[in-house]
């Protein structure tokens, strides 16, 4: 490395030797400064490189410094590391014998790749009895612009000649930190330093606090895990990879849903290298050039216990060593945590007599809560269908009244956490024997169906009838038959009854089934009244597809203009929203631009504009199917064409 020269400096002053010897009283000052704090501040962005020791006192690596020359140092000149057993990082000339002035060596730190050196502060000792010691950046050369610290011989240095402090690292912006020492001629002009026996100059430095400044954006890809499963419960799974293109590494992970906070950490430290050992002005301070992996495997276990049953905004976040941030994934679940019933609610004691039921057997996630019951007694028909609620009998025991005790009784209990709650029935309680279901009532019966068993449907025609028969093992019809409707929403594994139907002589029946997302409908027959289960089952899968509305205005516009997209989609819309990809029609193809997310109402809008085209520009807005939340298959909207001129 040839050293480099500032340039003439003040004519009264001379050349080259002059521009050194007036920077003394700069760098004193400079030394001064440092003991008051340092003169930096940390944003996100930053990280910290230590260097030789530790705040503790402790050695540390000397990551990013290489040693490097200015001409040819004499004899007994040269660079030495003794950090490792407590020391100093050292550049010496000596003056054993004659040299070339300006010549000697030197420390060169390098930021590592992507990084830019963005303040800091370094400890060392300079001294300069017939030479100069010098700290510079971001270029190697000595003048105002470039000094952070100095000691020459002919100017006031330190105490006794020796400079010794805590220097800042005034010069950001650059990716060179030089630490060198050289011998200086008497007198102008002058091509020997004579020897003197003893050394010229040196550096020391003790410690260093490297602040770097780095703007990689860290990325996430190959998302999984029974998080997002659809619903998720209690402890589930999450897994990705994180990384990024430089810089000091993938460091912590945060997953939020909506505002509470399921995770914050660093799952990959890297042997411990990327805990950092401290701060210095807001900044993480690490011991290595590249404390952190730039690309992670990451598995967690996420608790959703404490979300509330239903839909949440699950939001992933990574931030690199530099407190570079990225939200890599931002996308609804469900998650359901209200107790799950595994063995149905009994009662016992007859039925004229104080009645007693058992909630039974539940399970939820340890972190929901405590399960606690409420009861609900219930009168019903005699085949335990269309149930009505006893207003008073609201606990777990009960004495029915006489008409009540003669016919048919149930009850509902609900087990509820601070999650959410869910609800099972009790087999029914009857004083009179079980009753067939139907003239022919038959354990193995069979639901035959007319129509096809699987249907695709726009919104608007998503209700329609079902028809079929029933008839027993031998094809003998079964008549005066109740026939149960229930649907399963897609996504969903819970159904709900949303009709009934009766058979005919001929063990014929029509069903009017309500307007609905994409389901299955089960038609089941139970062939007594105690049946807790179907004997006999049809399934029809019905595929609705979603109804999105589009508006745009202005339709007619300049070829620069601006136009406003907005729009709803029908139907129940989960509490994250749902995506629409919004397209135009361009060069012969539909062309997708935008895809944003609607709100809890299904609204969304967007600005479009034009960059210079004209003539007419059709637009269409379409909602991807299989979206979590959301039982609707995909749906696309009508078109509206834009003119511009």
């Known amino acids: 490395m040839t050293r480099k020269t500032a340039n003439p400096g003040n004519a009264n002053m001379g050349g080259q030797r002059s521009r050194r010897y007036g920077l003394g009283l700069m760098c004193a000052a400079s030394a001064s400064l440092a003991l008051l704090g340092h003169c930096t501040s940390a944003h996100a962005g930053t990280w910290a490189l230590e260097s030789c020791s530790t705040p503790g006192g402790l050695s540390a690596p000397t990551d990013g410094w290489l040693t490097a020359s200015i001409g040819s140092p004499g004899p007994g000149s040269g660079d030495s590391d003794s950090c490792p057993e407590g020391g100093t990082l050292s550049a010496l000339t000596a003056g054993d014998s004659p040299q070339t002035p300006y010549w000697g060596p030197e420390w060169v730190f390098t930021a590592p790749e992507g990084s830019t050196i963005a303040?800091?502060?370094?400890?060392?000792?300079?001294?300069?009895?017939?030479?100069?010691a010098w700290l510079e950046t971001p270029n190697d050369v000595y003048d105002a612009a470039d000094v952070i610290a100095s000691c020459q011989y002919n100017e006031p240095c330190?105490?006794?000649?020796?400079?010794?402090?805590?220097?800042?690292?005034?010069?950001?912006g650059g990716t060179?930190?030089?630490?060198?020492?050289?011998?200086?001629?008497?007198?102008?002009?002058?091509?020997?330093?004579?020897?003197?026996?003893?050394?010229?100059?040196?550096?020391?430095?003790?410690?260093?606090t490297i602040q770097l400044a780095e703007q990689s954006s860290p990325t996430g890809r190959n998302f999984s895990g029974g998080?997002?499963?659809t619903p998720s419960r209690g402890s589930e799974s999450l897994t990705f990879r994180a990384s990024e293109s430089a810089g000091p590494g993938i460091r912590t992970v945060t997953v939020t849903a909506d505002s509470a906070v399921l995770y914050h950490g660093t799952p990959v430290t890297?042997?411990?290298?990327?805990?950092?050992?401290?701060?210095?002005?807001?900044?993480?301070?690490?011991?290595?050039?590249?404390?952190?992996?730039?690309?992670?495997?990451?598995?967690?276990?996420?608790?959703?216990?404490?979300?509330?049953?239903?839909?949440?905004?699950?939001?992933?976040?990574?931030?690199?060593?530099?407190?570079?941030?990225?939200?890599?994934?931002?996308a609804p679940i469900i998650t359901v945590n209200a107790p799950a019933n595994t063995v149905g609610p009994t009662v016992s004691g007859s039925p004229g007599s104080k009645l007693h039921v058992s909630p039974g057997s539940w399970t939820a996630p340890s972190g929901a809560g405590a399960i606690g019951y409420s009861y609900a007694w219930q009168e019903c028909e005699a085949d335990g269908q269309d149930c009505r609620a006893i207003g008073s009998a609201t606990g777990a025991d009960y004495t029915p009244t006489e008409s009540q005790a003669a016919g048919t009784l149930r009850v509902l209990v609900t087990a509820s956490n601070e999650d959410g709650a869910s609800t099972a029935a009790s087999t029914p309680l009857r004083s009179a024997p079980d009753i067939a279901n139907?003239?022919?009532?038959?354990?193995?019966?069979s639901v035959n169906l007319t129509g096809p068993r699987a249907l695709r449907r726009a919104y608007r025609h998503r209700a329609f009838t079902l028809s079929g028969q029933l008839t027993a093992s031998g094809g003998a019809p079964i008549s005066n038959a109740t026939m149960e409707i229930s649907e399963e929403l897609s996504g969903s594994s819970r159904s709900s009854v949303v009709?009934?139907?009766?058979?005919?002589?001929?063990?014929?029946?029509?069903?009017?089934?309500?307007?609905?997302?994409?389901?299955?409908?089960?038609?089941?027959?139970?062939?007594?009244?105690?049946?807790?289960?179907?004997?006999?089952?049809?399934?029809?899968?019905?595929?609705?597809?979603?109804?999105?509305?589009?508006?745009?205005?202005?339709?007619?516009?300049?070829?620069?203009?601006?136009?406003?997209?907005?729009?709803?989609?029908?139907?129940?819309?989960?509490?994250?929203?749902?995506?629409?990809?919004?397209?135009?029609?361009?060069?012969?193809?539909?062309?997708?631009?935008?895809?944003?997310?609607?709100?809890?109402?299904?609204?969304?809008?967007?600005?479009?504009?034009?960059?210079?085209?004209?003539?007419?520009?059709?637009?269409?807005?379409?909602?991807?199917?299989?979206?979590?939340?959301?039982?609707?298959?995909?749906?696309?909207?009508?078109?509206?064409?834009?003119?511009?001129?």
């Open 119 to 132: 303040g800091g502060t370094i400890t060392a000792t300079l001294t300069a009895a017939s030479g100069q």
């Open 158 to 172: 330190g105490s006794g000649g020796t400079l010794t402090g805590t220097f800042d690292i005034s010069h950001p």
């Open 176 to 208: 060179h930190i030089y630490a060198g020492a050289a011998c200086v001629g008497g007198y102008e002009g002058a091509t020997t330093c004579r020897a003197t026996g003893l050394p010229d100059s040196s550096i020391a430095i003790r410690s260093a």
């Open 227 to 229: 998080l997002l499963a």
């Open 270 to 330: 890297d042997g411990g290298s990327c805990n950092p050992i401290g701060e210095s002005e807001g900044s993480p301070i690490y011991l290595g050039e590249q404390p952190c992996p730039l690309d992670a495997a990451i598995s967690l276990p996420i608790d959703t216990s404490a979300l509330p049953d239903g839909g949440h905004e699950l939001k992933v976040t990574v931030a690199d060593a530099a407190q570079n941030t990225s939200v890599v994934y931002d």
């Open 438 to 445: 139907g003239v022919g009532a038959s354990e193995q019966a």
């Open 499 to 645: 009709g009934y139907a009766r058979t005919n002589a001929d063990g014929a029946f029509t069903a009017a089934v309500p307007a609905g997302p994409s389901r299955q409908i089960i038609v089941g027959y139970r062939a007594f009244s105690a049946d807790r289960s179907y004997s006999a089952r049809a399934i029809v899968t019905e595929s609705v597809a979603a109804q999105v509305a589009l508006s745009v205005t202005p339709r007619r516009t300049a070829p620069t203009g601006k136009i406003r997209l907005a729009g709803r989609i029908a139907g129940p819309i989960p509490r994250g929203g749902v995506v629409v990809e919004l397209l135009v029609h361009y060069r012969g193809r539909w062309e997708p631009f935008r895809d944003p997310r609607t709100d809890r109402s299904g609204h969304f809008a967007i600005t479009y504009g034009f960059q210079g085209a004209e003539g007419r520009f059709p637009f269409r807005a379409e909602v991807p199917g299989g979206q979590a939340g959301f039982p609707y298959a995909s749906g696309v909207g009508t078109t509206v064409t834009v003119r511009t001129r």
